[in-house]
Nanobody, 124 residues
Framework: QVQLVESGGGSVQAGGSLRLSCAASLYTYSTYCMAWFRQAPGKEREGVARINPGGVGLFYADSVKGRSTISQDKAKNTLYLQMDSLKPDDTAMYYC?????????????????WGQGTQVTVSS
């Protein structure tokens, strides 16, 4: 089981940027799919970005494509999500998730390990 701790959320104005971080308790780079999900009040949890083991294959939700970048620092066992040109619709709790092997798409129930989340609030 991987323990995940997110950080980097905050309150920004529309058009601003944030970089979210997710520190993993063990080495995940070569064997785990790592992903970011988000959940806004009253809405279902949705996938934002994911990366396959070894960084082979990066996928983004249409809602963030072109504005966000997922990356990893394998030496630090840390996953990042750089978000630019933020919009009020990006306001949500952002969660880091992990599962062994290749990413199983955007179905959140197929991810085994989750962090506690970090809040992102974008004001207009």
């Amino acid at each position: 089981q991987v323990q995940l701790v997110e950080s980097g959320g905050g309150s920004v104005q529309a058009g601003g940027s944030l970089r979210l971080s997710c520190a993993a308790s063990l080495y995940t780079y070569s064997t785990y799919c790592m992903a970011w999900f988000r959940q806004a009040p009253g809405k279902e949890r949705e996938g934002v970005a994911r990366i396959n083991p070894g960084g082979v294959g990066l996928f983004y939700a249409d809602s963030v494509k072109g504005r966000s970048t997922i990356s990893q620092d394998k030496a630090k066992n840390t996953l990042y999500l750089q978000m630019d040109s933020l919009k009020p619709d990006d306001t949500a709790m952002y969660y880091c998730a992990a599962v062994a092997g290749n990413c199983p798409g955007w179905t959140s129930s197929r991810y085994n390990d989750w962090g506690q989340g970090t809040q992102v609030t974008v004001s207009s």
